[in-house]
């Protein structure tokens, strides 16, 4: 039985996209309920050793492994090098995403797969990498991390909305097809959030204006959400196929 202080003791989780904000935050989290951490970055080590550095500090292992997940040829070597150092993976958080801010008409061909290869290609690659073992496993947990413009929508960014849409379809197939294997599959979508990102992608967020709309009144921190993501890991053992909204009512009002 699992120490309940630290439910994941023995499991291996793997984040993509964890250098920093989310990523990071679910790594402290998964490492504090006992489970080592892959900290997948597409190119900048050195936040991904900062991250490692907090998992270790935690007391779990950490390794960091830079590669592009829209590159299935970089995501096998992601998933060799964590079953070589840490183990099998029984754990998977599609987090890695891009969300230039963008109007339709100026969106290239290159753009739109760009943001689709990161976002939705990269989920399919990582989850088809670590299905296997978890099937063999018994268990597995597979977290897709979205975003409320997935659901309703947001302008200049065609291409982003299109990837949190596809996300929680991509959660409901797999969520029925892998339930009988003991894995539960899930969509986290945050909502506003307090984060470090391009202010280019970004050019009219107000944290303080957009809280304003929202029924608890201010943004959310990373740690809501990675508190989020840990518990359905740990826990929510009868939670599947879900789109579990973190936004402080957010989506009521929009």
């Known amino acids: 039985m699992a ?21 990071r935050a679910m790594a402290r989290q998964f490492a504090a309920a006992g489970a080592d951490v892959v900290v997948n970055v597409r190119q900048n080590l050195e936040e991904g050793e900062q991250t490692a550095e907090e998992v270790r500090a935690l007391g779990a ?6 590669g592009d997940v829209s590159k299935v040829e970089d995501v096998r070597q992601l998933f060799d090098r964590a079953t070589d150092e ?3 993976v029984h754990i998977l958080v599609n987090n890695a995403a891009v969300r230039p801010h963008q109007p339709f008409l100026e969106i290239t061909p290159e753009d739109w797969n760009w943001v689709l290869g990161i976002g939705l290609t990269g989920a399919f690659h990582c989850a088809q990498a670590a299905i296997p073992g978890m099937v063999e496993a018994g268990w597995g947990r597979i977290i897709n991390i979205s975003g409320r413009d997935g659901f309703s929508g947001i302008l200049n960014r065609a291409h982003g909305v299109t990837v949190k849409a596809g996300i929680h379809g991509f959660t409901k197939a797999l969520s029925l097809e892998f ?8 969509t986290v979508v945050p ?5 470090t990102r391009p202010k280019e992608w970004y050019p009219t967020l107000s944290y303080e204006e957009r809280a304003k709309g929202i029924p608890v009144r201010h943004a959310g ?4 959400i990675a508190r989020t993501v840990r518990f ?12 579990v909204h973190v ?3 957010e989506f009521l009002v929009t």
């Open 221 to 224: 921190s990373v740690d809501d």
């Open 3 to 23: 120490d309940s202080a630290q439910p994941l003791a023995g499991r291996t989780a793997l984040i993509t996209g964890a250098g920093r904000n989310i990523g």
């Open 86 to 88: 840490l183990g099998p």
């Open 232 to 243: 359905l890991v740990a826990e929510g053992e009868y939670i599947t196929g879900q789109a």
């Open 191 to 195: 909502g506003l959030i307090h984060t």
């Open 247 to 249: 936004n402080g009512g």
């Open 179 to 186: 339930g009988p294997s003991g894995i539960t599959v899930n």
């Open 61 to 66: 292992r950490a390794v960091v492994v830079a």
